[in-house]
């Protein structure tokens, strides 16, 4: 029997029995995949207490320092016991004494040429005063003689008298005048005898306050509390006018000019600044100095060591009115008060002269502020800012604020945000409003992990 005709059988059954059983199985169950999330850092917009500092650099300086410089000549007696560099003297201390034996005779013999003048001028007096009595006598006398010249006349005239008679009683009378008026004339030279003598006096006192003048110059005191800066001088030595002696720092109080950048500093006063001074007017770094006291600026010097120390209250005295022509930095002065006095329960050095310190000057306090970092806020190309919001559902948002001041890392915000938000940090990509997020908060670390992850 030929069964080739019924080979094809079998391979049709299988494709029938194949298409059965794929047409009908079951459908598969369709699953939708996962959103996609972008992981970012954020940080929670919070309202808070915004202080700006801006910080400066220089070296201290005492507030005042006296030179000892000789004024008179003579060899030093004496030097102050314990009287060396580095020393602290108290006011009124005496700390050179020079030889003033010249002087001193010079004092004696203007003393002695003070007591010839005075000796003169009584003199004069007395020869003034006899001169006086004796032209009170020479005018009775010229009194007398004249009623003798008239009588004799008379006497002529009557016949009486001879003409001899009358001549000789006219001579008598001429010669009385004659004495008048030469004792007359020698009173009236009294005064200018005595106007000389004066100046003479006046001359010899000069010279004496000269010769005292010069003892007390041959003294040197401390003229207020320091400390000894140099010391040039030894007992011994011949000091002459003009030769510097010692020198001398105050311990009341130090200043420290410190150099900052005006772009720094500018933040620190948040008000306007301009406001501060009158129109039309030139500036003057006394405004500058209330300018800063009416915005609440302070100051506080840190001594630049490697172990921290509590910083010193300063009070910002002045600006030094000039640009370093090199660092482009101006000079704002500051004074400490009382630099070397320890206070109980503060552990710090004293702030000595010379001492390279740090000077930071902090604004008034601005209560209730928001701020964020300056990489979080960002620009459109229209230039309004705005920066990238997490929402309550974790998807991005956007939202336009208006920025203020750059303090430092951190921008204040003047509106748009209202604090509690979720800021995303950094720029999102790809930048999609509504992106579905992954937020990681900010970490802020800890001093010892910074430590570790600095070395």
Known sequence: MNLRPLLFLPPLA??????????????????????????????????????????????????HSWTAIAEVEGRVLRVASGLDTGSIVEAGTLLVEIDQTDNELS???????????????AELDREEENAKRLLLVEQRILTVAAAELERVRALLDRGAGTQATVDTAEKS???????????????????AQRDALKATQAVRLAELAEANRALEKSVITAPFRGRVASKDIEVGQFARTGDTLLSLDSTAAAQVTAEVQPSSFGPVVFSDFQSMFPKNASFDTSQFT???????????????????????????????GTMDADTGTMGIVVRVANPLVLHPGQRRPPLHAGSFVRVVFSSAPRPDSIAVPRHAL????????????????????IR??????????????QSGLTGGESLVLGLPTPPVEGLKLAPVPLRTPSPVSDAGEGN
């Open 14 to 63: 299988m494709g029938v029995l194949g298409f059965v059983w794929m047409t009908s199985r079951p459908e598969p169950a369709l699953t939708t995949p996962p959103e996609f999330q972008l992981a970012v850092r954020v940080q929670p917009v919070e309202r808070r207490e915004i202080v700006a500092q801006a910080e400066g650099f220089g070296r201290v300086e005492a507030e």
């Open 107 to 121: 004092r004696q013999k203007t003393l002695a040429n003070i007591a010839a003048v005075e000796a003169d001028l």
């Open 173 to 191: 009378y001429l010669a009385q005048q004659t004495s008048v008026t030469n004792l007359t004339n020698t009173l009236s030279l009294f005064p």
């Open 290 to 320: 209330k300018a800063l006291q009416q915005a609440g600026v302070s100051a506080a010097v840190e001594l630049s060591t490697p172990e921290p120390f509590p910083a010193w209250e300063a009070e910002i005295v002045r600006l030094r």
């Open 378 to 397: 960002h620009v459109t190309d229209a230039g309004q800012p705005f920066v990238y919001l997490a929402d309550a559902e974790d998807r991005l948002a």
């Open 400 to 413: 336009e604020v208006v920025p203020g001041q750059v303090i430092g890392s951190d921008v204040i915000i």
